[in-house]
């Protein structure tokens, strides 16, 4: 059975990464590779990009719009953020004959563009890749909160089908009587890269770290990411246990903020924060670590969670989101997000017990192979696309 034509509308796309241009990268080159698709990724010229305005990337064809590129915002505009005037012209003209058009980004496209799309002829996709916002900041919440009830709403109506990259992002974004057509299919990761199994030795006499266990973490530096509960957490982890050591993987606005929080703590020789890894060092980071742990308070289907598990690292997580959804009780301990108490109890306990940090990592292994593999993701893909065109 051949494949389809997909378009993939993503504002951003390779060679500037974030979660969602994962995503289509990694889902997009398998529909190619196994599947037979043709695959468009329609996105903005970026500077990084070097005036290419077209190009292959892992057998999909990139297409750029000309666009005006931002990266000073507002503290709650998550930059980069572009302008793309000639988008409309553009699918038109280069991705008017897609079976499927699928936007990956609610917040960054005209009602108008999915009106070109629809008008176009191929079914209306949507990803939800963010849940309706609660609890990162008042201007982020009330905003985003607006745009999904006023121009969100229209466009969930306007769809064919909205995935969600979790139950919960779809139980506090869609209104119900757009769930008929929502569905949930999750993130994952490429378990023939994140796997157990590495010598993270090296990794970890540069670092400078000494022979204690390692808590790992993985987020940008900000206030929805939990960072300050867990400094606190990890107060009690070494009254506990004096020599566990954290780092924590990401850049961000509270770089400077956590850093004077972990000195006040008494901890600062005990916390590492690493930046601008490459991909495939990536899997080192979370070998080297006895638990990873995500304190977040608010998390969709947080990407790092799926690497975790592919490196079959027992996992401490918030019940933030789809965090719980991710992470099985036999693969990690679920806490309340913001309760500090609570987090360090279960990180002493993994750190306590190599018993149960075997038994955990081997059932997060398990779970990222036969779950959440890239591949296994694409499959789901393949199947609602063809489901949804009839083409079954």
Known sequence: MGGLKVCMLDPLFYPYFGGTEKVVMEVGSRLVRDHGYEVQVLTSMIPQAKGRDVEVVEGMEVVRTPSIYFERLPAFLPPPFTLTPTLNRELRKRCGDADIYHVHNRFWYPFSTYREAKKAGGKLFLTIHNARPQGISKQVDRWGGLFDDVIGHKVFGLCDHINCVSRATMESTIPEEYRDKAGVIYNGVDTSLYRPGLDPSELRERLGLGP???????GRLVEQKGFTTLLDAMRTVREAIRDAQLVIIGRGPLRDDLERKAASL????????????????MPLYYNMAEVFTLPSYYEPSAVVLYEALGCGKPIVATSAGGN?????????RIVPPRDTEALAEALMELLGDANLRLSMGRCARSRAETMFDWSVIAKDWDKVYREVAGKV
């Open 212 to 218: 204690g266990p390692v808590i790992l973490s993985n």
């Open 266 to 281: 008494g901890m600062r020789d005990a916390l590492r924060f690493v930046s601008g890894i490459p991909e495939n060092m």
């Open 324 to 332: 719980p959804e991710i992470v099985s009780p036999e693969s990690g």
